[in-house]
């Protein structure tokens, strides 16, 4: 499968409209070109994503996975923001809550999960000056790509203090 067939079928898995899967389509060769070195292609897309108290999908962030980089599309339905850190062996912390969920089991529709990160390169400028950090938002079925992001690439990439 291409990155293209492989971000459609996990668009469609968690059951994002067309628009939504449209936009990230578009933002994938502008990211390639622009944020990426030669030779780093995109392999992985996450859409950071929760159900509000109105029962609500709410689309927060776009993630994009290379062997070496994490990208983040800020509010990737309207504006176009976009960061990029390594995440190689640059992992310091990983903090993780589930709810209704019991991993490795399969997620519904009540299943949620929050991870947070923080990577150990340090942030500079208008950022803070600390560590740059994630916080990667499933529910639903979207847990299950949470999960196997967080076991695939974000643990095995925890660096010693």
């Known amino acids: 499968m291409t990155v293209r067939e492989d971000v459609m079928a996990y668009i469609e898995d968690i059951g ?24 780093e292609h995109i392999n992985r897309a996450f859409i950071n ?40 062996s640059n992992v310091s912390y ?3 809550e589930f709810s209704a969920f019991s991993p490795p089991g399969e997620p519904d529709a009540q299943s949620r999960i929050s991870v947070n990160v923080s990577f150990g390169t340090p942030a500079g400028g208008d950022v803070g000056g600390g560590a740059n950090f994630a916080i990667f938002k499933a529910s639903g079925v979207n847990c299950r790509y949470l999960y196997a992001i967080t ?8 660096i010693a203090p």
């Not at 070496?68 to 390594?86: G, K, P, T, W």
């Open 151 to 158: 076991r695939e690439i974000l643990v095995v990439n925890l």
């Open 49 to 88: 994503e929760y159900i509000d108290g109105n029962g609500s999908r709410n689309y927060e962030s776009l993630w994009f996975f290379t062997n070496n980089f994490a990208m983040e599309a800020h509010e990737f339905l309207r504006r176009d923001v976009y960061d990029a850190v390594l995440f190689t």
């Open 16 to 39: 994002a409209s067309e628009v939504v899967s449209g936009r990230v389509l578009s933002i994938i060769p502008m990211l390639e070109s622009l944020l990426l070195p030669e030779g």
């Open 94 to 96: 990983i903090r993780t």
